[in-house]
């Protein structure tokens, strides 16, 4: 089942992700003239959407953005590098760095209203802390 999402039910939805286009070598890139702030935005909103998944839950809600939250900080502490934020730094050609960074409540609660098909049913409480014995 591929994986779709759904941001457009987030407060300014058009700061949160960054166009792009296809690569010649697959994949895509950012379109020349959007800022690495823009692009940081983007990249968060993804890695969100990708870990949804891990986390257990399909949407990110005014009820359960905490929740969101605290589960994407177990899984940080417990997969570390593997699923840490990935943000670009530095303004340019030379200057430019690859820091991985902490997810923070704000990030989380600015995508209030992103929605997933990664689970098709939301973990509880105590499955997510089951899966994550048995995976960490």
């Excluded at 003239?33 to 005014?62: K, P, W, Y």
Aim: aromatic share 12%; with cysteine.
């Amino acid at each position: 089942m591929p994986l779709n999402w759904y941001i457009g039910q987030c407060a300014d939805w058009q700061e949160l992700v960054c166009e792009s286009e296809p690569s010649l070598s697959g994949g895509a890139v950012y379109v020349d003239g959007s800022s690495n702030e823009h692009r940081n935005e983007d990249r968060i909103t993804q890695h969100f959407v990708f870990m949804a998944g891990s986390v257990g839950l399909d949407r990110i809600t005014e009820k359960n953005f905490k929740e969101f939250y605290r589960r994407a900080k177990v899984v940080e502490e417990a997969w570390h590098n593997y699923l840490r934020l990935c943000v670009v730094t530095g303004n340019g050609e030379d200057d430019f760095d690859f820091p991985r960074v902490p997810v923070t409540l704000d990030m989380v609660e600015r995508r209030i209203g992103l929605s997933t098909n990664a689970n098709g049913k939301d973990k509880t409480k105590k499955e997510f802390e089951e899966f994550m014995a048995r995976t960490a």
